[in-house]
C-alpha cells in the first residue's frame, strides 16, 4: 500500500479506534482471496506468461544465420508489397538486438529498417539507417539502391541518382539498378537521359 493512502488510512483509524475493525476486514478479505484462489490464480498466469515469454526468446537465441537472413529479406517482402510496418514489425525479431552477429546482415537489417521508416514517413530516422548500412558494407549494390529508395520517398532525387550510379558501378549487368536508374531520371524530367537506361534493358 503506498504511503499516500497508508498515512491518512493510519490516521483515521487511531483518531476513530477503529483498529479491530480494520484487522477484521483485511482479515475477511485474505479469507475471501483464499476461498475463491484469485492470488493463486493469478499467480499462476503470471508464470505461464513468463514461461511463454522466455520459450520465445529461447527460440530467438537458437535462431541461424539462414534463418535470420529469411527474417530480414521477409522484411523487405513487406515493404515492396507496401506493408512497411509490418515489415518492422517482423524485423524487430531480430534487430536490433545481438541476434545479428555479421557486419554483411546488420547492413542489411539497417537498410531494410531504413526503406520502412522512409516509407512511414520517417524520413530522418530512415536516411540514418540507410546511411548506417552503406557504410557498413559499401561492396554491395543492393544497399545503395535501398538507400536511393529511401532518399527518392524522401525526395531526394539527385541523392537518389547519385546511390543508383554507385551501384551501377557495382554491377553493371544488374537490371533492376538499370531499371530503377532510367526511373530517377525519368522523375528528373531528363528524358534523354531515361531513354538510354531504359534501353539498356532491352
Known amino acids: 500500500m503506498g504511503e499516500a493512502v497508508y498515512q491518512p488510512l493510519k490516521a483515521f483509524v487511531e483518531r476513530t479506534g477503529r483498529l ?19 492470488r493463486t490464480k ?4 503470471d508464470e505461464a506468461q513468463k514461461a511463454d515469454i522466455e520459450k520465445i526468446r529461447e527460440g530467438l537465441r537458437s535462431l541461424g544465420e539462414k534463418d535470420i537472413r529469411s527474417i530480414i529479406e521477409r522484411s523487405d ?30 547492413a542489411a537489417a539497417l537498410a ?16 540514418l539507417d540507410a546511411d548506417k548500412a552503406v557504410s ?20 531526394n532525387l539527385e541523392g537518389a541518382r547519385a546511390d543508383v550510379e554507385a551501384a551501377v558501378a557495382l554491377n553493371a549487368k544488374n537490371a533492376t539498378a538499370v531499371y530503377f536508374l532510367a526511373e530517377i531520371y525519368d522523375e528528373m ?14
Request: no cysteine.
Open 136 to 155: 557498413l558494407d559499401a561492396k554491395t549494390a543492393n544497399l545503395w539502391m535501398d538507400r536511393a529508395d529511401a532518399r527518392r520517398m524522401a525526395g
Open 189 to 202: 524530367n531528363d528524358r534523354a537521359s531515361a531513354l538510354a537506361w531504359y534501353r539498356k534493358i532491352l
Open 77 to 106: 517482402a513487406y515493404i515492396d508489397a507496401g506493408e512497411p510496418k509490418r515489415a518492422l514489425e517482423l524485423l524487430s525479431r531480430v534487430y536490433p538486438g545481438n541476434l545479428v552477429k555479421k557486419e554483411v546482415d546488420e
Open 42 to 45: 493469478m499467480k499462476t498466469a
Open 20 to 38: 479491530e475493525t480494520l484487522r477484521t476486514l483485511v482479515a475477511d478479505a485474505y479469507a475471501g482471496e483464499a476461498a475463491s484462489g484469485a
Open 112 to 127: 531494410v529498417s531504413g526503406r520502412a521508416k522512409a516509407a512511414l514517413g520517417r524520413y530522418d530516422e530512415g536516411l
